[in-house]
């Protein structure tokens, strides 16, 4: 069974169209819980860390949101620039860890002008 | 600003051949890792290294695979005898503190397996 689990996989957005992508955990003890986003045949690229319960992010058109289940990723009138695979990963909260993430599989956005 | 870069960004070797993936980490930064992914699957952790020891590794991170730091920049990733489901991308990345700082990555090795 999957720790992250990101939905939808994939979403078409008309630009300008704002949405929200999903995050939810099963780990036991949250340390952190991590966005970034990743543009093909790249790296991830940091965007939020999100430590508690009711804590919010925001960069620009995006803000993160984090609850003891979830995460969400809101893209408020997106840009085709926007488009993009956004990646959910946790850090457990156990002893000895050195931070190791845990990903999802991403949400792969497109938004077209 | 500051980045994680990895050489080579595209590999080619025969089954069973050993490669060298390098990255060099942001300077200041302490804790490194390495994560791959498989083409069309999600991201995953493979080792972690800090104050020139493995202090996590998954159970991906087999005998085939050493890690190693030979001088005060590079990190490097070792597969001794490379099989086809060793294709995949391979991301090095580094944090100052993993408890407190995002991991920031580089742009991965592409390593292909004939």
């Known amino acids: 069974e999957d720790q992250v689990t990101q939905s939808p996989e994939a979403l078409r957005l008309q630009e300008g169209e704002s949405s929200s992508l999903n995050c939810s955990y099963t780990?036991?003890?949250?340390?952190?819980l991590f966005w970034y986003r990743q543009d093909p045949g790249k790296g991830p690229e940091f965007l939020f860390t999100?430590?508690?319960a009711g804590e919010e992010k925001e960069k620009e058109r995006l803000k993160a949101t984090l609850t003891k289940k979830e995460s969400f990723l809101h893209i408020t009138a997106p840009k085709p620039e926007d488009s993009a695979t956004y990646l959910c990963?946790?850090?457990?909260?156990?002893?000895?860890?050195?931070?190791?993430?845990?990903f999802g599989k991403g949400t792969k956005l497109s938004v077209k002008p | 600003e500051p980045e994680v870069t990895q050489t080579p960004s595209h590999q080619v070797t025969q089954m069973g051949q050993e490669v060298i993936l390098r990255c060099v980490p942001i300077s200041n930064h302490l804790y490194f890792y390495w994560y791959r992914q498989i083409l069309g699957q999600k991201v995953e952790f493979l080792v972690s290294f800090y104050n020139n020891e493995i202090s996590e590794k998954s159970e991906i991170f087999d005998d085939q695979f050493s890690v190693e730091r030979p001088d005060g920049s590079n990190f490097t990733l070792k597969i001794r005898s490379t099989k086809l489901e060793d294709s995949a991308m391979y991301f090095c990345a580094s944090t100052q503190k993993p408890r407190a700082q995002p991991q920031h990555f580089g742009d991965g090795t592409r390593l292909s397996i004939l």
């Open positions: 999100l430590y508690s």
């Open positions: 990963a946790v850090q457990e909260n156990y002893g000895g860890s050195q931070g190791n993430l845990i």
């Open positions: 780990v036991s003890g949250l340390r952190g």
